[in-house]
């Protein structure tokens, strides 16, 4: 059973950073791309950056330059570090990962950037 587990969330300033992780098991980490989406209140759930397993990343617009996602394949951990944060990034942050066609989902974690 393929299982995902955010953590890293929290609440900053504008401006400030954040790093979320994203701990993987049941499923064969290295061969799969990893990615990050967030949901915010009321809105729909969003892309926000992918790395395969071949460590091409690929970002949403909105936080290109500003966030980072990598992968450590031998601890079977994706994070995303998040720079330069704004009150639109607030959101609840999910881990996600797609294993023969079927698309797992961690819990998620909150990212709150205050004004």
């Known amino acids: 059973q393929v299982q995902l587990v955010e953590s890293g969330g929290g609440m900053v300033q504008a401006g400030g950073s954040l790093r979320l992780s994203c701990t993987a098991s049941?499923?064969?980490?290295?061969?799969?791309?990893l990615g990050w989406w967030r949901q915010a209140p009321g809105k729909v759930r969003e892309f926000v950056a992918v790395?395969?397993?071949?460590?091409?990343?690929f970002y949403e617009d909105s936080v290109e330059g500003r966030f980072t996602i990598s992968r450590e394949n031998a601890k079977n951990m994706v994070y995303l570090e998040m720079n330069g944060l704004k009150p639109e990034d607030t959101a609840v942050y999910y881990c996600?990962?797609?294993?023969?066609?079927?698309?797992?989902w961690g819990q998620g974690t909150q990212v709150t950037v205050s004004s």
């Open positions: 996600a990962a797609t294993v023969l066609g079927r698309d797992y």
């Open positions: 790395i395969t397993n071949m460590y091409n990343e």
């Open positions: 049941g499923l064969p980490f290295a061969n799969y791309a």
